[in-house]
């Protein structure tokens, strides 16, 4: 039996967490299991294993990896702990003792790194079979040491009280420029989505860089081109999440101002234009113009579609994620056709639709007591 | 002034709401229900934050389905709980309102003065009580010229002051511009301040014209 903190904690947090995540766990999903044919894919990760367990460098990039990951789990739960809803956590957490809010937290941070847990598990019997004892004893080591610091780590964080609400810098520096309703997200980002932001940033840097090292002929050929636009659209899924349910929140009122739908979505092109702006010049610095304006419209487009689907389907992250992962290996096929722009339009139209008939019917699912008063 | 068509609100198969056919004619109305009895979900609808089946039609004429941008220019809504981006200041919010809605230039600023939100309506909302919060919502719905103002639960978190100020706006915006108005509450009406008004009431899963 658990204790009730330890499930009060695990259903604050970790549900939470892997809900959030799901499209990043989803995209190394991809990356790890996606990439490689089927019949190779289990020499392929014992290689992998076996490379980073005699290389010493390379075992420090892989707990670099796992360290990224417990440093987005801090920051998963410092924001989770700031919010209006779970300010009860201060003055309940803190009155179990220590030994039982430390074997918690403990508890905690082992099902927040399950997956590495599995994947370090597997290494280190890989390991032993190959008599690679030190490195095996070094990823026991490692993980362990990481949940304790961890746990450490959270329990700090519930004993130090929140401070006041602080604007960001980029906020106080725009204090006074025009605030649009289309805009509203984008500084929402800049306030609050940094780290979300910068993550998926570097994800799409890791698809180009990886897209440029791997096929020779990306300038000649538009479908490896459009293959990864592809991915850096689905490395977006999750802030597109986001943007919903920033609106679901707070923008409520919105429906009620006399904007037009047409308008609307518009206003949201905008948004992922500002939002795509790196990538964009990205494109234009490594294609001609009209190539990179067609990959341009192409992202705009499936971003879009994945935005629009939201409205239809609410926000449900579960049944987002199976149909990005659908719409995905349809994109992907029609653009391996060597029919990106048709995919283009395509996405768009179907975006439109999707907004124009939902836009005002859409629904939140996240708040489950959805109540009638 | 306004019409329900054949209304109906499901929350999965549970009938929350049903208004066969409702003429509501010009005017200030109370809406009385119990908690839970879908005061917020008849409002929001109304205002057309919320879907639902059949049709809401204001002067005969302009729908909330067919008529979408037009009608909601006309009617205007004011949350029970209000929740507005952190990192806005009340100023922003009322730019944001007042462009969409048309408002005359400086039509806000009488409202912040009556209300005594000089000093805090630069700052960003994230910093507001949940009065300060409410009052930034109900000066929200005053601006431009809608011909419906729909105030959810006005009367919770502002200080009896501030209730009377609402009021005085009430009364203005009704003699001055003829603006209709529909409040909702639980509490009873208080007859000394508004005689005038209505009575609506949510009962039963349906909606009453009861005085």
């Known amino acids: ?373 | 002034m306004l019409q329900f068509v054949n209304f109906k609100k499901n929350y999965g198969s549970f009938a929350a709401l049903t208004v066969d056919d409702l003429q509501i004619g010009q005017g200030l109305y109370w809406l009385k229900g119990v908690n839970g009895s879908g005061k917020s979900t008849l409002l929001k609808s109304v205002a057309g934050m919320l879907s639902f089946d059949g049709d809401v039609l204001l002067d005969g004429t302009i729908s909330v389905k067919k008529d979408a941008v037009n009608y909601r220019r006309l009617v205007s809504f004011a949350e029970a709980e209000p929740l507005f981006p952190e990192f806005l200041t009340g100023r922003e919010m009322i730019n944001l309102f007042a462009k969409a809605r048309g408002a005359a230039a400086g039509q806000e600023e009488e409202y912040i003065e009556s209300m005594q939100m000089q000093s805090y309506v630069d700052r960003p909302i994230g910093s507001y009580s949940s009065g300060m919060n409410k009052k930034l919502s109900l000066l929200l719905a005053f601006l431009g010229k809608p011909k419906l103002i729909l105030l959810d639960e006005p009367l919770i978190t502002i200080d009896t002051a501030s209730l009377l100020i609402l009021y005085k706006w009430i009364n203005e915006r009704q003699e001055q511009d003829g603006t209709s108005f529909i409040l909702s509450s639980h509490q009873a009406l208080d007859r000394d301040i508004l005689p005038n008004a209505g009575e609506l009431l949510i009962e039963n899963q349906t909606l009453t014209h009861i005085a």
């Open chain 1, 1 to 373: 039996m658990s204790s009730p903190l330890t499930n009060v904690l695990n259903k604050v947090f970790v549900h939470g967490f892997y809900r959030a995540h799901a499209g990043m766990f989803l995209f190394i999903f991809l990356v790890l299991f996606g990439a490689v044919p089927g019949d190779m894919l289990l020499n392929y990760h014992k290689a992998l294993m076996l490379a980073f367990l005699t290389s010493p460098l390379l075992l420090a990039v892989v707990f670099v990896f796992w360290l990224l990951y417990i440093v987005k789990s801090w920051h998963y739960i410092a924001g989770q702990l700031a919010a209006p809803h779970h300010q009860f956590l201060f003055y309940s957490v803190s009155a179990y003792s220590k030994r039982s809010q430390l074997l918690s937290w403990l508890g905690i941070q082992f099902n927040i790194l399950l997956p590495i847990v599995i994947y370090g598990g597997l290494a280190i019997g890989v390991g032993l079979t190959h008599q690679c004892y030190l490195a095996s004893a070094g990823i026991v080591i490692y993980l362990l040491g990481l949940s304790i610091v961890s746990a450490l780590f959270c329990i700090r964080l519930t004993q130090a009280l929140p401070e006041g609400k602080q604007l960001s810098l980029f906020l106080r520096f725009g204090k006074s420029m025009p605030k649009p309703y289309f805009s509203l997200f984008i500084w929402h980002i800049f306030n609050q989505k940094k780290v979300a932001y910068t993550i998926i940033k570097v994800i799409s840097w890791g698809v180009i860089t990886a897209v440029f090292a791997l096929f020779d002929d990306v300038k000649h050929d538009a479908r490896v081109a459009g293959i990864a636009v592809l991915a850096i659209v689905i490395a977006h899924v999750v802030i597109i999440f986001e943007e919903r349910t920033f609106e679901e929140t707070f923008l409520r009122f919105g429906r009620n101002l006399p904007y037009s739908r047409a308008s609307l979505f518009g206003g949201f092109v905008l948004v992922y234009l500002a939002m795509l702006l790196p990538e964009i010049i990205w494109l234009f610095t490594r294609f001609d113009p009209v190539f990179a304006m067609e990959l341009t419209l192409f992202a705009l487009s499936a971003i879009m579609l994945f935005h629009s689907l939201l409205y239809r389907i609410g926000l449900n992250m579960d049944v987002y994620m199976q149909w990005v992962l659908g719409l995905f290996m349809l994109i992907f096929w029609v653009v391996m056709f060597k029919a990106m722009l048709l995919a283009s339009a395509l996405c768009v139209l179907a975006a439109f639709i999707l907004f124009y008939n939902n836009y005002y019917n859409s629904f939140a699912v996240l708040p489950e007591r959805e109540i009638i008063e």
